[in-house]
């Protein structure tokens, strides 16, 4: 229910939905722009078609399962016409909409991890499960109180886990969920030789990396400043922490990956990933050092990945999402802190366990449920159709169709 003018909160958070919307066109283009030109179009495809599941997946179970409210009831009652369940003008509606934009970022962020090499159905069935049960349930668990998490929190540590937009709920069960899938896939074909070393595999396009990086940043500020949720309840602390932090992590990016335009443009990503569950409550000075350290821990983590561990994240959306995210929670419980500058309401041992209990939760999920896919119906494509590439292989078209008929 809205506390203040009903049409202005409906507005407020209707805008913050449509930029973050807005945010899935950054997914789709930062991955098309990172992958091959053979895995371009399957990017894009990806992204629009999981965001069209989630929707479906979030309306009829995963709004219940975060929130205990569903919309089997007139359209009278939904706007809140008739009674008092549902928030007057469809405030409920608009905030429906825009946490469904938050739970579809979970299959925007696992698309980057498993890109060139896994089938296409089996991820849309994967979309719909960890969107209408897993995610919402930890989403529930913070945002709602759900199998009393923050009563057992606050009993613990006297102070509930705080994480004001996202930061473990969205991102760390994200790229901890991508870890699990990735896992399961394994990596992709020649990503390393017999020895097993490490074989560059180039981006496809590095002004779609900047232009996925650029369209994310924006919309960023509508996931972080319209979490408030009513227009009463904004603050300009949101934003301003918001953009020291992607400061912070577009410096470390350059200097720290050696000018490189894809630690560039993830390190923007990495200090508002980190930012979002301490926005509300720290010092810019503090979220410009969560940022910096964010987009160290991604460049340093994402080639260790790589070389040492193997895993062959595409994107690098574990390092991202799932380790810049648990710091995020984590540097809320630093930053937070009066002392530092911070607002206060904050607990460290609380913010450490909150964290890594969703990192926990989150890796076990991907694994559950890709390795149960991969068990049943199989998660990756065929070697011929993998070396030919998904977009010729799952929907018979290239990026530059032009190319192809060229060769012929």
């Not at 969107?131 to 349930?137: D, E, N, R, T």
């Not at 930012?275 to 991604?298: N, Q, R, Y």
């Not at 159709?385 to 008929?405: C, K, N, S, T, V």
């Amino acid at each position: 229910m809205t506390g203040g003018i009903p049409g202005a909160d409906v507005f407020f958070v209707l805008m913050g939905a449509v930029m973050v919307l807005a945010m899935h066109a950054g997914f789709a283009f930062l991955e098309a722009g990172t992958v091959r030109r053979k895995s371009q179009v399957n990017a894009l495809m990806k992204i629009l078609s999981d965001l069209a599941i989630s929707t479906v997946a979030y309306f009829f179970i995963g709004y219940a399962v975060a929130y205990g409210v569903d919309f089997f009831t007139g359209a009278d009652v939904l706007t809140g016409e008739a009674g008092d369940a549902f928030g007057a003008s469809g405030y409920d509606l608009v905030m429906f909409f825009f946490l469904m934009t938050f739970a579809a970022a979970i299959p925007a962020i696992i698309s980057g991890g498993i890109a060139e090499r896994a089938r296409f159905g089996p991820q849309l069935l994967a979309t719909a499960v960890l969107v209408g049960v897993f995610y919402p349930l930890f989403e529930g668990m913070v945002w709602n109180d759900r199998l009393g998490f923050q009563t057992l929190m606050n009993g613990l540590f006297d102070a509930g886990f705080h994480d004001f937009a996202g930061s473990v709920v969205v991102h760390g069960v994200g790229g901890f969920m991508a870890l699990g899938a990735v896992i399961m896939l394994g990596a992709r074909q020649g990503r390393y030789t017999k020895a097993g070393r490490l074989v560059a595999l180039p981006p496809s396009n590095i002004p779609y990396l900047a232009l996925g990086s650029w369209i994310l940043c924006v919309g960023w500020f509508g996931f972080n400043v319209m979490s408030a949720g009513t227009v009463e309840a904004a603050t300009g602390l949101v934003a301003i922490n918001s953009l020291m932090a992607m400061a912070g992590g577009i410096l470390t990016g350059l200097f720290v990956g050696r000018y490189d335009p894809g630690f560039l443009h993830n390190g923007a990503l990495a200090g508002l990933v980190a930012v979002c569950a301490g926005s509300d409550i720290m010092h810019p000075i503090g979220a410009l050092v969560t940022g910096g350290v964010a987009g160290v821990l991604f460049i340093y983590t994402f080639e260790a990945c790589q070389t040492r561990l193997k895993l062959d994240d595409v994107l690098g959306v574990w390092p991202l999402h799932g380790l810049c995210g648990v710091w995020g929670g984590i540097a809320c419980g630093i930053f937070g802190l009066e002392a530092l500058g911070g607002l206060g309401g904050v607990s460290l041992p609380a913010q450490i366990t909150g964290s890594l209990a969703g990192a926990v939760y989150a890796g076990l999920a991907g694994l559950l449920v890709y390795g149960g896919l991969r068990v049943l119906i199989g998660i990756r494509m065929d070697e011929e159709d993998e070396f030919r590439g998904p977009d010729l292989a799952i929907h018979q078209i290239a990026a530059y169709p032009e190319d192809e008929a060229a060769r012929h």
